[in-house]
């Protein structure tokens, strides 16, 4: 069982920077493939990044490229986002997900993801 919980959320002007943190539980941790989605008010949940187990590398949705990182400390059994150049649409509540099924290569979707946080708020106002 692996339990996730995300912080850093919060109110923030647009231009503004946050990061994000999310702790798991878990003694595998190195070999789970992380990822943050979002929902915003009416939406669907949607992918934002991952970054894999296996190489560390990263995907990012076309909306955050140039403007979010994923980073992982496996040492500290935890994932960031950091979120610069905020814009009032990226206003969503947060999830941290872990995939702990060490597949190769990393996914979009979020039903490839067992585990999730409670989320943390993020709203940009403008």
């Known amino acids: 069982q692996v339990q996730l919980v995300e912080s850093g959320g919060g109110l923030v002007q647009a231009g503004g920077s946050l990061r994000l943190s999310c702790a798991a539980s878990g003694r595998s941790f190195s070999r789970y493939t992380m990822a943050w989605f979002r929902q915003a008010p009416g939406k669907e949940r949607e992918f934002v990044t991952t970054?894999?187990?296996?190489?560390?590398?990263?995907v990012y949705a076309d909306s955050v490229k140039g403007r979010f990182t994923i980073s992982r400390n496996n040492a500290k059994n935890a994932v960031y986002l950091q979120m610069d150049s905020l814009k009032p649409e990226d206003t969503a509540v947060y999830y941290c997900?872990?995939?702990?099924?060490?597949?190769?290569?990393?996914?979009?979707?979020?039903?490839?993801?067992?585990?999730w946080g409670q989320g943390t708020q993020v709203t940009v106002s403008t």
């Open positions: 970054v894999n187990w296996l190489d560390g590398s990263t």
């Open positions: 997900a872990a995939d702990a099924s060490a597949r190769y290569s990393a996914s979009r979707y979020s039903s490839d993801y067992a585990y």
